[in-house]
């Protein structure tokens, strides 16, 4: 059923304002709401953000079962797998996001972008950040806010998710790194070394999402801590965003690309 149109009406314009506010340019604001929309409607793309999902909760939960939940409550200082919580939700979301904008929405709609688009072009990552933050991100550290309101009130609470939206953003930054493709649009092509590289990639995360943590805890407690941590994420976002930008991307995307191992013939024109 239809909504009611005073309802639609409201809807547009907060959708506007909303949209004004947070991508100002028209093409910008359409690759925003492209990438959006692929994350909640498309079937497979939820699924994966759902797997993703259901692996951070469950090393969240493999965090907490160790927490002393009355200490912290009683003195409201919280300990490094309290905060470790966190990072490990929006890190594996923000993962299984990374291999979403790799995989194409629909094969047969692929032809509409590789005939408009323009070479290079690099404006569409600035719009697949926001997306990927506001649509992924923020609900994952809005959705761990309650608990740590509950343990350790309303400041430190705030302060935590402040300092976890900045590592979600530079954590993003780092994740987008020699990403050269039109995300969901290029055939997907699966890493024949994700055998071999996939624990790596593991161990490097539960190592990060720990060592984050302990930034985290010398931070709440210190304000001196909190700026270094802050120029600390300043400069490792500086660096991954100039090594971005000086990557070298290809005369043409191919939005056909085949396996190492496969041989092309050559027979089309």
């Known amino acids: 059923p239809r909504p009611a149109p005073v309802t639609r009406r409201r809807s547009r314009l907060a959708t506007a304002i909303s949209m004004t506010m947070i991508v ?40 907490l079962s160790g927490i002393d ?34 995989v194409p929405v629909e094969l047969r709609a692929g032809w509409g972008f590789e005939l408009a688009w323009r070479e290079p072009d690099r404006a569409f990552l600035p719009a697949l950040r926001r997306a990927a933050i506001l649509a992924v991100a923020l ?5 761990t806010l309650p608990l740590f309101v509950f343990l350790m009130g309303w400041p430190l609470a705030l302060a935590h998710a402040a300092l976890g939206l900045a590592g979600a953003i530079v954590l993003l930054e780092i ?31 539960l190592i990060g999402a720990t060592v984050f943590a302990r930034m985290e805890r010398a931070a709440l407690a210190d304000p001196g801590e909190t700026v270094r941590l802050l120029v600390l994420l300043a400069i490792v976002f500086a660096a991954c965003r100039t090594v971005s930008v000086r990557t070298r991307r290809p005369a043409l995307v191919d939005f056909h690309e085949a396996p190492v191992t496969t041989q092309r013939l050559g027979l089309h024109t």
């Open 175 to 205: 994740m987008l790194i020699g990403y050269t493709k039109v995300p969901f649009t290029c055939d997907y092509v699966p890493n024949e070394n994700m055998k071999a590289l996939g624990p790596l990639f593991v161990i490097a995360f």
């Open 139 to 143: 609900p994952a550290i809005v959705g």
């Open 69 to 102: 939940v009355g200490s912290v409550s009683r003195t409201g200082v919280a300990s490094q797998r309290l905060l470790a919580v966190q990072p490990l939700f929006f890190g594996a979301l923000l993962a299984g996001f990374r291999h979403t904008i790799r």
């Open 24 to 63: 100002r340019d028209a093409t910008a604001r359409a690759r925003f709401s492209f990438a959006v929309a692929v994350l909640w409607r498309s079937n497979v793309h939820r699924l994966t953000l759902a797997c993703a999902g259901a692996a951070g909760l469950a090393m969240c939960l493999i965090a």
